[in-house]
């Protein structure tokens, strides 16, 4: 059974940063994309950032504030989110999608990321 487990949300006032990490437990496929996503009061669920071996992927909303970043040999990743808004609070999610057998899509709990003006 795959697990993720988050760390590092709390709350910040405008213009601060905080480091989000998610490590991945159990047996994962190898080939997979990695990465966050987040979910406002009132809006849907939104990608936020991934990481593969393709490259990195972002929400244009979070470009040159934000980075993804994975420390494969332990299937953590990290988003290092700087220049915060309060437009940024949300419920952060990890997720992490299997690009092979059995192609499992798996979820963090979410941990909150509140940004004060």
């Known amino acids: 059974q795959v697990q993720l487990v988050e760390s590092g949300g709390g709350l910040v006032q405008a213009g601060g940063s905080l480091r989000l990490s998610c490590a991945a437990s159990?047996?994962?496929?190898?080939?997979?994309?990695m990465g966050w996503y987040r979910r406002a009061p009132g809006k849907q669920r939104e990608l936020v950032a991934n990481?593969?071996?393709?490259?990195?992927n972002y929400a244009d909303s979070v470009k040159g504030r934000f980075t993804v970043s994975r420390d494969n040999a332990k299937n953590t990743v990290f988003l290092q989110m700087n220049s915060l808004k309060p437009e940024d609070t949300a419920v952060y999610y990890c997720?992490?999608?299997?690009?092979?057998?059995?192609?499992?899509?798996?979820w963090g709990q979410g941990t909150q990321v509140t940004v004060s003006s």
């Open positions: 990481i593969s071996r393709g490259g990195t």
């Open positions: 997720n992490l999608k299997e690009l092979g057998p059995p192609g499992g899509d798996y």
């Open positions: 159990g047996s994962i496929f190898s080939v997979n994309i």
